[in-house]
């Protein structure tokens, strides 16, 4: 049995793989290791963590988005394989959507159809990778861009948001952070994790910053449209005259049906330096090993772009917006945090811990497993963006848990002052 054992034993992977304990999903499932779960039931867990807001009633998706994968679902004709890039249908479907708001209309051939948005950013970040490049990321970010790039060998260099200004992109530290090895910049518009939506002017400049310095901009657009104050969204696509664009975005925010995994990667190039590079031929054949998502769902995003009614997204917008408007004026009444920006889009806010104020807690992510385990209130630690002492808090729930969870956020620092 011993010398079974010595053969047979596990010695883990050879090479690069990605530090899953750095994902999101990573720091929750430390931060709920720490609840009572024996006391459920006198506290139900409030999740104020996640990026998942399908759970609760007042974010279900339209029916007409369900009737349109029943359709597809019970039409019986796409049960087989979809082509290596999507199926036609989907492609056109997500090309005419976005062309909406650009002045370069996009084909089917300019997109891709993949496994979520997470599915895109590993597409992308593996066909970039070569030896010595390296990628600039915003600090603080969504860190599967990072882990994806622990997996292939590209360097992270960060570039810094400034809250101070709104979580704007510090342009000179985006030139300071570049050299000649610097592949693309990665912008998230609307900002996950800071809530920040990003004007038609500081694009503009971001554009004219990423062509002087020869990079591609990688601008992830998950939050397409979900802006609920004075700045309106506008896609970088906008912009692809000047710098070439790779467009990463999902039905998952939008629609509210994160579980469906259905995104794109779209191709923002009329000046074709994409294609001639041949990196579209070298997505397609990474694609041509990758898992696609399911067929009947790819049938139905031709009738959800086209016929979901505008209401439904009007009261989406609405609803974030009030929920952001409680999460601020709320975190303004708790002494120990500091939020600096009141959310503008997308469905969170980062605030700051003043460790001043508060004892016994020695950083960020010890704030959250303490209080989840007193409070059962699951927060974000700042650690899991790349901003350390700071917190990421999701206000996509329900008015009710929402104020409860704040409300116990606010006891739990009185408790520890």
Not at 83 to 106: C, E, H, M
Not at 265 to 278: H, L, Q, S, W
């Amino acid at each position: 049995m011993d010398n079974r054992r010595e053969k047979w034993g596990y010695k883990g992977i050879a090479g690069v793989i990605p530090n899953f304990d750095k994902t999101v999903r990573g720091y929750l499932n430390l931060i709920t290791s720490h609840m009572d779960h024996s006391q459920i039931d006198q506290k139900p867990m409030i999740p104020l963590g996640h990026g998942d807001p399908s759970m609760f009633s007042c974010f279900r998706t339209s029916t007409v988005v369900e009737d349109a994968v029943v359709g597809s679902l019970r039409s019986g004709m796409f049960n087989g394989y979809a082509n290596t890039s999507g199926i036609p249908s989907a492609k056109r479907a997500v090309a005419d959507f976005l062309s909406r708001d650009l002045p370069n209309p996009l084909s089917p051939d300019d997109i891709y159809i993949t496994s979520g948005c997470n599915h895109a950013i590993k597409i992308l970040v593996s066909v970039l990778s070569c030896p010595g490049a390296n990628i600039l990321l915003p600090a603080p970010g969504y860190p599967y861009y990072e882990v994806n790039c622990e997996s292939t060998g590209i360097e992270v260099r960060h570039y810094n948001l400034q809250p101070e200004k709104g979580w704007e992109v510090d342009l000179a530290s985006v030139e300071a952070q570049s050299d000649e090895n610097t592949v693309a910049i990665v912008l998230i518009n609307p900002g996950n994790p800071c809530g920040t939506v990003f004007s038609y002017d500081h694009l503009l400049k971001i554009a004219k910053i990423a062509n002087k310095l020869g990079i591609f901009v990688i601008s992830d657009e998950v939050y397409h449209g979900l802006a609920f104050r004075s700045k309106p969204f506008v896609p970088m696509g906008v912009f692809a005259s000047i710098v070439p664009v790779l467009t990463l975005g999902s039905i998952s925010k939008r629609w509210l049906v994160p579980g469906w995994r259905l995104g794109w990667i779209a191709v923002n190039d009329p000046n074709r330096v994409i294609r001639e590079t041949k990196m579209s031929d070298t997505i397609l054949k990474y694609m041509s090993t990758s898992p696609q998502p399911a067929t009947f769902i790819q049938a139905a995003v031709s009738d959800i772009i086209e016929k979901t009614e505008e209401d439904f997204f009007y009261k989406t917008i609405l609803t974030l917006r009030e929920s952001a408007d409680i999460c601020y004026a709320l975190i303004q009444e708790i002494d120990c945090i500091i939020c600096p920006h009141n959310p503008e889009g997308s469905m969170f806010a980062m605030v700051k811990l003043d460790f001043s104020r508060l004892a016994d807690i020695s950083d960020d992510v010890d704030f959250c497993c303490k209080l989840a385990k007193e409070e059962s209130v699951v927060i974000l630690p700042g650690t899991a963006v790349g901003l350390s002492n700071w917190l990421r808090i999701t206000f996509a729930i329900d008015l009710p848990s929402l104020e409860d969870g704040l409300v116990k956020l606010r006891n739990f620092c009185n408790r520890h002052k």
